[in-house]
Nanobody, 127 residues
Framework: QVQLMETGGGLVQAGGSLRLACAASGRTFSAYAMAWFRQAPGKEREFVSAISRNGGTYYAPFVKGRFTISRDNAQNTGYLQMNSLKPEDTAVYYC?????????????????????WGQGTQVTVSS
């Protein structure tokens, strides 16, 4: 089992940047696929980005080159660098992970594939 904790959320003006971190404890982080999802008020949780256990990266279309996902297996930490933020990016951002090997967008973007979730971190982008 793995425990996840997100940090790095906050309030930022439109056009600004934030870097979210997801610290993992427990089993070997490098063997886990990791993803970021977000949930805005009144909306369903949606996929943002994922990184496979072998480092392949996947992004939701609305990211459009603004976000970058990465991982540091030595530090058991994943990151989401968010640039050019927009008010519509306002949401609670969740880190998710699970022990599986996949290299396709469909699998890595599926909420149901992840059993381990962090508590979430609030990102608010003002206009």
């Amino acid at each position: 089992q793995v425990q996840l904790m997100e940090t790095g959320g906050g309030l930022v003006q439109a056009g600004g940047s934030l870097r979210l971190a997801c610290a993992a404890s427990g089993r070997t982080f490098s063997a886990y696929a990791m993803a970021w999802f977000r949930q805005a008020p009144g909306k369903e949780r949606e996929f943002v980005s994922a990184i496979s256990r072998n480092g392949g990266t996947y992004y939701a279309p609305f990211v459009k080159g603004r976000f970058t996902i990465s991982r540091d297996n030595a530090q058991n930490t994943g990151y989401l660098q968010m640039n050019s933020l927009k008010p519509e990016d306002t949401a609670v951002y969740y880190c998710a992970a699970d022990y599986f090997d996949a290299s396709n967008y469909g699998t890595l973007s599926s909420i149901s594939r992840y059993d381990y979730w962090g508590q979430g971190t609030q990102v608010t982008v003002s206009s």
